[in-house]
């Protein structure tokens, strides 16, 4: 009789230590931390200001390096790897939502979408066609000749969650991506991100505050004296 074998995480950690001196004092953020992400999953990491969710969001999108452990997407250990490779990597592979859009002023909404396939290479009219789709499934439509100072936070935060998938990432990374929105849109968001999490297959690994984005995930782990703990 075949055994058949639970699919591999999409993204895993293995024992990650980060560490912080200031003078003579050493902040320890990451102790041994242990995390497994099934694909399709939406995980969110809540835990108190400080605890280190930031830390180890950019620890787990390679912005950041662990002082100890690994980090493995789709079962490559990227924790060898050199910068430039590191690079592609986050533009292929890794999308990232913030509190605060981050969209580039001088571009449209369309152009802002456009911007990580045109860096990968894509002609325009690819890029431009998966801006349209992504826009289009963000209840965007009319909005893609809109520069960022023309659209509400929500239209704003929504344009990001586009371009962040625009390569069809393995997962996304979201910190704090309803903190600097009023509570429709702060709802509007949630439920999008749960929406295409099911419709898309979409893995996403969110840092948050908010209870009710929480609440929606299909797991919640509270980090807390560096390690992460399931929240009943």
């Known amino acids: 009789m075949t055994t058949l074998q639970a699919e591999s995480p999409v993204l895993r950690a293995r024992s990650l230590e980060k ?6 004092e050493v902040l320890e953020v990451l102790r041994g931390l242990d995390l497994e992400v099934p694909r399709g999953m939406l995980l969110a ?9 930031s830390t180890l969001l950019n620890i787990l999108g390679t912005l950041d390096r662990a002082d100890a452990g690994s980090v493995e997407l789709e079962g490559e250990n990227l924790s060898g790897l050199g910068s430039r490779q590191l690079a592609q990597v986050r533009a292929r592979r890794i999308g990232f939502v913030f509190q605060f859009h981050y969209l580039l002023p001088e571009f449209s909404a369309e152009e802002n979408v456009m911007m990580p396939l045109l860096v990968m290479g894509q002609s325009p009219t690819r890029a431009r066609e998966r801006a349209h789709e992504l826009l289009e499934a963000m209840s965007l439509t009319g909005w893609r000749d ?4 023309e659209l509400s936070g929500g239209e704003a935060q929504r344009v990001a969650v586009a371009r962040a998938l625009a390569s069809s990432p393995d997962v996304v990374l979201a910190d704090e991506p309803s903190g600097n929105l009023d509570s429709k849109s702060a709802q509007e968001l949630h439920e999008l991100l749960t929406t295409l999490c099911r419709t898309r297959h979409q893995t996403f690994v969110i840092a948050t505050h908010n209870e009710r ?14 390690r992460l703990r399931p929240v009943s």
């Open 45 to 53: 990491i809540v835990g108190a200001s400080g605890s280190g969710k």
């Open 213 to 226: 984005l929480a609440s929606a995930a299909d797991r919640v782990l509270r980090l807390e004296g560096g």
């Open 19 to 24: 560490r912080y001196r200031h003078g003579h």
């Open 146 to 149: 809109h520069r960022p100072a």
